[in-house]
């Protein structure tokens, strides 16, 4: 049998379960009834499994399911309530990440941790810097092996490059390189190719599996089930904190029946078919201009359509969607809404325009992290709710919680601060932003980056609403299967020009690919 029932005994014989180890194999990693507790919830409860050494270990589950803070417990981020980690059977207490290093454990988490104003090669080797023998720092060993790992993973790495003006890709890469850098024997990945090309991913897991045949222990955090199936060999699932099941080889299961066991039910057709009807142009953006990032963008979104933008890491796609969102500052360009030419020159603009966008950078862009779930889903679409002058404080509540149960969002409270919720039930906070603005031409920048596989198929359903309901839909995403499975046309970028658009019809992987890399 390809996976354990939490009904087997764990591996001090105890309920609580776990897979059970060969006579003589001592894990790597093991956790005993570890259990952890945050204000109204309770994140983890009583979870024991083990990982084997020189495996990729797949821990799986929907967001807020408790992995994240699982890792965290185990690099000293956060401390449980009670329960034992052991590394290669000997009992270990982590105090804090420095520690972690010591022990030798690299992670890099899904959120950035980078410090924006200071360069690559300073964060890269921060705490940990190069010296000479006079006791300087050596900054060109530092420069030189920073562009030796980004070498490494296919990208060419600036070392001098500040991290603030590198995209959110560029920064997950530089994440990816510092973690490396540390010589780790047992390496965290959480959700690590959520802003990645497909070339930079395959560059990721050659490194893995490179690495993997050195006796590095993995373990991989995804919501991608066709990433698990490539790069894992075990594997985990969580449910609300819960341990439900090991699974011994990932790659022999059936993707349904991990489903089941991550969601706890049949999950329906992942892409939803829908019937709308594609109507006349509702957004109409021709000869878009960003000085030095794009030029002479041109393209139209219909009534009902899902139009995708396709392309490479940093081809120009979030460049024009925040040029027409009035984020960015254009050089040239018209644009046209329902056919009368706007003039934007701010996202306030924008949103009297009735667009949105939902962006990829959900910390930074999206969300005011200190404020609460309710706060930062109406705050966009405040005067929905004017009542002379004041706010009509019953229907802002009736309707955050009216998108807190479709988008299916865990938290205790909707006065719960955003920054406590785990970064896939924040973009359902983004999403549900935008939907509650009630816009007629929405931007989703990687909408379903670090979402479950439920949850995705609820955003997908969601976003067949708003097309059955006349709006139009652009969807930006680096994932092939998801604008394949869910767009009308796809537009694709390279280098910051439109070098194709194609109908559903038409678009395969080998054609955007052809487009993504320059074609014509």
Same mark, same amino acid.
């Given at each position: 049998m390809?996976?354990e029932?939490?009904?087997?005994?764990?591996i001090?014989?105890e309920?609580?379960?776990?897979?059970?180890? !060969?006579a003589?194999?001592?894990?790597i990693?093991?956790?005993?009834?570890?259990?952890?507790?945050?204000?109204g919830?309770?994140?983890l409860? &009583?979870?024991?499994?083990?990982?084997? /050494?020189?495996e990729?270990h797949?821990?799986? !589950?929907e967001?807020g #399911?408790?992995?994240?803070?699982?890792?965290?417990?185990l690099?000293g981020?956060?401390?449980?309530?009670?329960g034992?980690i052991y590394?290669r059977g000997?009992?270990i207490?982590v105090?804090?990440?420095?520690?972690?290093?010591k022990?030798r454990?690299?992670?890099? +988490?899904?959120e950035?941790?980078?410090i924006?104003?200071?360069?690559v090669?300073?964060?890269?080797f921060?705490?940990?810097?190069?010296?000479?023998?006079? !006791?300087?720092i050596d900054?060109?060993?530092m420069y030189?092996?920073?562009?030796?790992w980004g070498?490494?993973l296919g990208?060419?790495l &600036?070392p001098?490059?500040q991290?603030?003006?590198?995209s959110?890709a560029?920064?997950?890469?530089?994440e990816?390189?510092?973690m490396?850098s540390?010589d780790?024997q047992?390496?965290?990945?959480?959700?690590p190719t959520s802003?990645l090309?497909?070339?930079e991913?395959?560059?990721?897991?050659?490194?893995i599996?490179?690495?993997?045949?050195?006796?590095i222990?993995?373990i991989?955090?995804?919501?991608?089930?066709e990433?698990?199936?490539r790069?894992?060999n075990?594997?985990?699932?969580?449910?609300d904190?819960?341990?439900?099941?090991?699974?011994e080889?990932v790659?022999?299961m059936d993707?349904?029946?991990?489903? $089941?066991l991550?969601?706890?039910? =049949?999950?329906e057709?992942?892409?939803p078919?829908?019937q709308?009807?594609?109507? &006349?142009?509702?957004?109409?953006?021709q000869? %878009?201009?960003?000085?030095?990032?794009?030029? =002479?963008?041109?393209?139209?979104?219909?009534r !009902?359509?899902? %139009?995708? +933008?396709?392309?490479?890491?940093?081809?120009?796609?979030?460049?024009?969607?925040?040029?027409v969102f009035?984020?960015l500052?254009?050089?040239a360009g018209?644009?046209?809404?329902d056919?009368k030419?706007v003039?934007?020159?701010n996202?306030?603009?924008?949103?009297r325009?009735?667009?949105?966008l939902?962006?990829e950078n959900?910390?930074e862009e999206? %969300?005011?992290l200190?404020?609460s779930i309710?706060?930062?889903?109406v705050f966009a679409s405040l005067h929905k709710? $004017?009542?002379?002058?004041?706010?009509?404080e019953?229907?802002?509540?009736?309707?955050?919680a009216?998108?807190r &149960?479709?988008?299916s969002? $865990?938290?205790?409270?909707?006065?719960?601060q955003i920054?406590?919720?785990?970064?896939?039930n924040?973009q359902?906070?983004v999403?549900?932003?935008?939907?509650? #603005?009630?816009?007629k031409?929405?931007?989703?920048? /990687?909408?379903?980056?670090g979402i479950?596989?439920?949850?995705k198929?609820?955003?997908?359903?969601?976003i067949?609403?708003l097309?059955g309901?006349?709006?139009?839909?652009v969807?930006?995403s680096?994932?092939?299967?998801?604008i394949?499975g869910?767009?009308?046309?796809?537009?694709?970028?390279?280098?910051?020009?439109?070098?194709?658009?194609l109908d559903r019809?038409d678009?395969?992987?080998?054609?955007?690919?052809h487009?993504?890399?320059?074609?014509?």
């Amino acid at each position: 049998m390809p996976w354990e029932m939490r009904t087997e005994p764990s591996i001090c014989g105890e309920k609580g379960g776990g897979k059970m180890e !060969g006579a003589g194999t001592v894990p790597i990693i093991r956790f005993e009834h570890v259990t952890k507790v945050f204000p109204g919830i309770k994140a983890l409860d &009583d979870v024991s499994f083990s990982i084997r /050494e020189g495996e990729v270990h797949c821990l799986l !589950g929907e967001n807020g #399911a408790g992995k994240s803070t699982l890792m965290k417990i185990l690099t000293g981020v956060y401390h449980a309530e009670s329960g034992e980690i052991y590394l290669r059977g000997e009992k270990i207490n982590v105090g804090d990440i420095h520690q972690a290093q010591k022990l030798r454990i690299g992670t890099v +988490f899904q959120e950035n941790s980078l410090i924006p104003h200071m360069t690559v090669a300073e964060n890269v080797f921060l705490t940990r810097e190069i010296k000479n023998k006079a !006791g300087f720092i050596d900054w060109n060993k530092m420069y030189s092996e920073c562009v030796r790992w980004g070498s490494e993973l296919g990208v060419a790495l &600036d070392p001098h490059m500040q991290v603030k003006k590198l995209s959110v890709a560029q920064q997950q890469i530089v994440e990816i390189v510092k973690m490396f850098s540390q010589d780790p024997q047992i390496v965290i990945l959480d959700e690590p190719t959520s802003s990645l090309s497909d070339n930079e991913i395959d560059n990721l897991f050659n490194i893995i599996l490179r690495m993997q045949k050195k006796g590095i222990t993995f373990i991989y955090i995804s919501h991608r089930m066709e990433e698990i199936k490539r790069i894992g060999n075990s594997g985990t699932v969580l449910r609300d904190g819960k341990y439900i099941a090991t699974i011994e080889d990932v790659k022999q299961m059936d993707m349904d029946q991990i489903i $089941k066991l991550i969601v706890g039910r =049949d999950l329906e057709e992942q892409y939803p078919a829908r019937q709308s009807e594609i109507g &006349d142009v509702l957004l109409d953006v021709q000869g %878009l201009t960003v000085k030095g990032l794009i030029e =002479d963008v041109s393209f139209q979104v219909r009534r !009902g359509e899902v %139009l995708g +933008f396709s392309g490479l890491v940093g081809a120009g796609r979030t460049t024009t969607a925040k040029a027409v969102f009035g984020a960015l500052k254009k050089a040239a360009g018209k644009i046209t809404v329902d056919g009368k030419e706007v003039h934007i020159r701010n996202p306030q603009d924008a949103i009297r325009c009735g667009i949105s966008l939902l962006p990829e950078n959900r910390k930074e862009e999206g %969300l005011i992290l200190t404020k609460s779930i309710a706060w930062n889903m109406v705050f966009a679409s405040l005067h929905k709710y $004017k009542c002379g002058p004041f706010l009509d404080e019953k229907k802002q509540y009736a309707d955050v919680a009216a998108y807190r &149960d479709m988008l299916s969002i $865990k938290a205790p409270s909707l006065d719960r601060q955003i920054k406590y919720l785990s970064g896939g039930n924040q973009q359902k906070v983004v999403f549900a932003k935008w939907l509650c #603005a009630e816009s007629k031409i929405y931007f989703f920048d /990687e909408p379903t980056r670090g979402i479950d596989v439920g949850a995705k198929s609820e955003m997908y359903k969601i976003i067949n609403m708003l097309v059955g309901q006349g709006h139009a839909v652009v969807v930006i995403s680096s994932e092939l299967p998801e604008i394949l499975g869910i767009c009308d046309r796809v537009a694709v970028f390279h280098e910051g020009r439109l070098t194709g658009t194609l109908d559903r019809k038409d678009a395969t992987q080998e054609a955007i690919m052809h487009y993504a890399l320059g074609g014509q």
